[in-house]
């Protein structure tokens, strides 16, 4: 079974600062795809980031930037020049085909970030 | 981009009710969706996926006849919560996929903003 550990309940970060929230996942598949979403107080879903498994390179978007590390299971978000915006429950989320393109969520990381 | 579209953002209800929540695709067509439970400060627990003109899957542990899901054309999926009881009041969210061609490129989940259900 697929399963996604977000080992850390809540961050804070001040503002312009960077913060690593991490992910561990587990499977035997060797093609899935990985995400992370943004869920701020008006509770509306926001894809972050993908992953694709197959794909060596880190992805990144903007400020947002991966650390992929697929034989350690592991799939890591940095969030550069953290922005009051930021501030978001953020989710950890797999996804297989052959699971039927169910995603899989983590528990989640609070990120607060100060000014 | 996509966007899809769910009501009502909140419904308060007596005991005893039921409770219809609607989700849209609005600019295209939805072959899958899902439907999600979230409770304060928790992660989405997936409850049901439903594809058009087909039943219902539930995830273990969900009551199929507790959650009716109703997907009855590619753009309209429902969650209808029977005989509400306040154990039920949660955030329920839906996500719509759309079809074809590369998965990277042009099958994305988009979620609904949600509805809040409060069960008095």
């Known amino acids: 079974a697929q399963t996604v550990t977000q080992s850390q309940p809540e961050m804070s970060v001040q503002e312009a600062e960077t913060v690593t929230l991490s992910c561990t996942y587990d499977t035997s598949e060797n093609n899935y795809y990985l995400f992370w979403y943004k869920q701020p107080p008006s509770r509306q879903m926001i894809l972050v980031i993908r992953q694709e498994a197959y794909k060596q390179q880190n992805a990144t978007e903007n400020r947002f930037s991966v650390n992929f590390q697929k034989a350690a299971k592991s799939f890591s978000l940095k969030i550069s020049d953290s922005q009051l915006g930021d501030t978001a429950m953020y989710f950890c989320?797999?996804?297989?085909?052959?699971?039927?393109?169910?995603?899989?969520f983590g528990a989640g990381t609070i990120l607060r970030v100060k000014s | 981009g996509a966007v899809v579209s769910q009501h009502p953002s909140r419904v308060i209800c007596k005991s005893g009710t039921s409770v219809k929540i609607e989700c849209r695709s609005l600019?295209?067509?939805?072959?899958?969706m899902f439907w999600y439970r979230q409770f304060p400060k928790q992660s989405l627990m997936l409850m049901a996926t439903?594809?058009?003109?087909?039943?219902?899957?539930?995830e273990q542990g969900v009551e199929k006849d507790k959650f009716l899901i109703n997907h009855a054309s590619l753009t309209l999926s429902t969650l209808t919560v029977t005989s509400a009881h306040p154990e039920d009041s949660s955030f329920y969210i839906c996500?719509?996929?759309?079809?074809?061609?590369?998965?990277?490129?042009?099958?994305?989940?988009?979620f609904g903003s949600g509805t809040q259900l409060s069960v008095l």
């Open positions: 600019d295209f067509q939805a072959t899958t």
């Open positions: 989320a797999f996804m297989n085909m052959e699971y039927g393109n169910k995603l899989v």
């Open positions: 996500s719509a996929r759309g079809g074809g061609g590369s998965w990277v490129t042009n099958e994305k989940l988009f």
């Open positions: 439903s594809n058009e003109g087909s039943k219902a899957t539930y």
